[in-house]
């Protein structure tokens, strides 16, 4: 079955900075790629996903990038901000639609 | 976007007593549902996958004895944890995509389970 990765598992950043957080997957079958803000607490929230088509989408301070052949992508966050603190999870989709997430990276942005 | 409803959001339950989580698509049909279960500090793991009108499909080493799931019409999926114990304390959560390719997918507020 699938299996994804996620680096950092935590990242410390000044505001103003940028962050980057890398996985990757194993099953070349996936075609869908989203990402995940999750809060203490609550449900996860899709900040932005990429399907296998695509090499990059942007939307405002946040990107994703696809590298299909490596089998991997990676979610950039510009001018991060104290709101922008909380665990990001990246999880892969195949054609069966079942999410499989990767472990999660704590982003503590200081002000 | 659309709505995916979870019930009840938390629960405090003795030892050995059963507990039933529903999960309710709000405003689109939905064939099929996921089940995670999430311990403090760690990632959505996925239990199983829950198929209107058939069995679930459970993953590697998630007991479908404990964990009995029922999809009975295409806007409910049913967790029921039975006989459960404190090892079973976490964070319980659905999730349901709308028919088509790709599609976001949409989650349950999650239920709390703490057994007692």
């Known amino acids: 079955g699938e299996n994804v990765e996620q680096h950092p598992s935590t990242l410390s950043v000044q505001e103003g900075d940028s962050a980057v957080i890398k996985c990757t997957y194993s099953d070349s079958a996936s075609n869908y790629f989203p990402w995940y803000k999750q809060e203490l607490g609550k449900r996860p929230q899709l900040i932005i996903d990429?399907?296998?088509?695509?090499g990059e989408k942007k939307d405002q301070r946040i990107a994703v990038t696809l590298n299909k052949t490596a089998k991997h992508f990676s979610l950039h966050i510009t001018e991060t901000q104290p709101e922008d603190s909380a665990v990001y999870f990246c999880?892969?989709?195949?054609?069966?639609?079942?999410?499989?997430f990767g472990t999660g990276t704590r982003l503590l942005v200081s002000p | 976007g659309a709505v995916v409803s979870q019930h009840p959001s938390w629960v405090i339950c003795k030892s050995g007593t059963s507990v039933k989580i529903e999960c309710r698509s709000l405003?689109?049909?939905?064939?099929?549902m996921f089940w995670y279960r999430q311990f403090p500090k760690q990632s959505l793991m996925l239990m199983a996958t829950s198929n209107e009108g058939s069995k679930a499909t459970y993953e590697q080493g998630v007991e479908k004895d404990k964990f009995l799931i029922n999809h009975a019409s295409l806007t409910l999926s049913t967790l029921t944890v039975t006989s459960a114990h404190p090892e079973d304390s976490s964070f319980y959560i659905c999730?349901?995509?709308?028919?088509?390719?790709?599609?976001?997918?949409?989650f349950g507020q999650g239920t709390r389970l703490t057994v007692v």
């Open positions: 405003d689109f049909q939905a064939t099929t």
């Open positions: 999880a892969a989709s195949s054609p069966l639609q079942k999410l499989v």
């Open positions: 999730s349901a995509r709308p028919t088509g390719p790709n599609t976001e997918a949409f």
């Open positions: 990429i399907r296998s088509n695509v």
